[in-house]
């Protein structure tokens, strides 16, 4: 009998999935309180129904891939799909549309690929982008700070409340991107700017961002894919700052406390599936994504581009697998591609 040859040295840990899968879940609680204290109860309402949504669809479709539905959904990756797209969703977006963005992350974004870790896209991403595309309107509609009750969320989200006036303006991010004829200090006067980023999302920003130190910290990733996004956005954020002019896109502090940063930052650009695998690769990967990101917000078409730059580096990721590929053990260079007679 042939016996296989496996390359070493090995590692073992006690990281099993359904243990990381809930690590996560814990480290977006920070983020989920922040959301929940400036917007109201939007943000548990959504929760609660997106990972109802998740798990359904993925029983759903494991029963039609004759797998076993327990052993699937006990694993918690459906879970964190689900938590992180109603994380990214406005606080208050109908219920058919979370419908849609979350069926269609597990069903085209994992299941159709065989399921988890064979996904070449980020799920969530993915179901992000394909109802930011088609239901703008909807996508764009975020409230202003204020205090909402459950009840009211419930009837504001399945469609029993009519918006009331003001309920949601334009978030620092799209003012940034609108301003032609404001200095910043005139533009900072809009109540959708706080002290340094957007009224609301800079708390929510530093509040994904304790828990992305978290995780770090549990060593559910390495610091390479955070660190290679948020400085790829600091400095091209840097390079064209035109400091107080009308012409300004927005100082460092302000990228990076602003719109999805932190978020995609700490729990989307970590994702080992879709992501670059060596620590080259993930600094590479991050880097791609905040630089990205960036041209999105400064001269795209919309005020933040953290999924499109997620997906569009998940395309790339195989390249830089292979022009990154670590020294393999026991010998002096990497061997990258394929030899004849390999």
Same mark, same amino acid.
């Given at each position: 009998?042939?016996? &296989?040859?496996?390359?070493?040295?090995?590692?073992?840990? #006690?990281?099993?999935?359904? =243990?990381?899968?809930?690590?996560?879940?814990?480290?977006?609680?920070?983020?989920?309180?922040?959301?929940?204290?400036?917007?109201?109860?939007?943000?548990?309402?959504?929760? #609660?129904?997106?990972?109802?949504?998740?798990?359904?669809?993925?029983?759903?479709?494991?029963?039609?891939?004759?797998?076993?539905?327990?052993?699937?959904?006990?694993?918690?990756?459906?879970?964190?799909?689900?938590?992180?797209?109603?994380?990214?969703?406005?606080?208050?977006?109908?219920?058919?549309?979370?419908?849609?963005?979350?069926?269609? #992350?597990?069903?085209? @974004?994992?299941?159709?690929?065989?399921?988890?870790?064979?996904?070449?896209?980020?799920?969530?991403?993915? @179901?992000?982008?394909?109802?930011?595309?088609?239901?703008?309107?909807?996508?764009?509609?975020?409230?202003? &700070?204020?205090?909402?009750?459950?009840?009211? %969320?419930?009837?504001?989200?399945?469609?029993?409340?009519?918006?009331?006036?003001?309920?949601?303006?334009?978030?620092?991010?799209?003012?940034?991107?609108?301003?032609?004829?404001?200095?910043?200090?005139?533009?900072?006067?809009?109540?959708?700017?706080?002290?340094?980023?957007?009224?609301?999302?800079?708390?929510?920003?530093?509040?994904?961002?304790?828990? @992305?130190?978290?995780?770090?910290?549990?060593?559910?990733?390495?610091?390479?894919?955070?660190?290679?996004?948020?400085?790829?956005?600091?400095?091209?954020?840097?390079?064209?700052?035109?400091?107080?002019?009308?012409?300004?896109?927005?100082?460092?502090?302000?990228?990076?406390?602003? +719109?999805?940063?932190?978020?995609?930052?700490?729990?989307?650009?970590?994702?080992?599936?879709?992501?670059?695998?060596?620590?080259?690769?993930?600094?590479?990967?991050?880097?791609?994504? @905040?630089?990205?990101?960036?041209?999105?917000?400064?001269?795209?078409?919309?005020?933040? +581009?953290?999924?499109?730059?997620?997906?569009?580096?998940?395309? #790339?990721?195989?390249?830089?697998?292979?022009?990154?590929?670590?020294?393999?053990? %026991?010998?002096?260079?990497?061997? =990258?591609?394929?030899?004849?007679?390999?």
């Amino acid at each position: 009998m042939a016996l &296989p040859r496996i390359t070493s040295p090995h590692a073992k840990g #006690a990281n099993r999935t359904q =243990r990381v899968m809930l690590l996560v879940l814990a480290a977006t609680l920070p983020g989920v309180a922040a959301l929940t204290w400036q917007y109201g109860a939007g943000t548990l309402i959504n929760l #609660a129904w997106a990972s109802l949504v998740a798990l359904g669809t993925e029983a759903l479709l494991l029963r039609l891939r004759e797998r076993p539905v327990g052993f699937f959904l006990q694993d918690g990756s459906a879970l964190v799909t689900a938590v992180l797209l109603a994380l990214a969703l406005p606080p208050y977006a109908p219920w058919w549309l979370t419908l849609i963005a979350v069926s269609f #992350a597990i069903g085209f @974004g994992k299941q159709l690929y065989g399921g988890l870790g064979q996904n070449p896209f980020n799920p969530a991403m993915l @179901g992000y982008v394909v109802v930011l595309i088609s239901f703008p309107v909807e996508m764009t509609s975020w409230p202003v &700070p204020h205090a909402v009750g459950i009840a009211d %969320g419930f009837k504001q989200i399945f469609g029993l409340n009519v918006l009331p006036d003001g309920w949601s303006r334009p978030t620092a991010l799209d003012a940034m991107k609108m301003n032609h004829s404001l200095t910043v200090e005139e533009l900072w006067q809009n109540p959708a700017f706080g002290h340094f980023g957007g009224i609301g999302s800079e708390v929510v920003n530093l509040a994904f961002l304790a828990g @992305g130190l978290f995780m770090l910290h549990k060593r559910l990733f390495s610091w390479h894919a955070p660190i290679g996004m948020l400085a790829g956005l600091s400095i091209m954020s840097l390079l064209f700052w035109n400091g107080s002019g009308s012409d300004s896109n927005g100082s460092p502090l302000f990228h990076l406390l602003s +719109g999805a940063t932190m978020l995609g930052a700490f729990f989307i650009v970590t994702d080992p599936v879709s992501s670059a695998t060596s620590q080259l690769g993930r600094l590479v990967f991050g880097l791609g994504v @905040g630089i990205i990101v960036y041209v999105i917000r400064a001269w795209g078409g919309y005020p933040d +581009g953290v999924a499109f730059a997620v997906l569009l580096m998940n395309l #790339a990721a195989p390249t830089i697998d292979y022009y990154t590929r670590p020294r393999t053990y %026991g010998h002096e260079k990497a061997s =990258r591609g394929m030899r004849m007679g390999d």
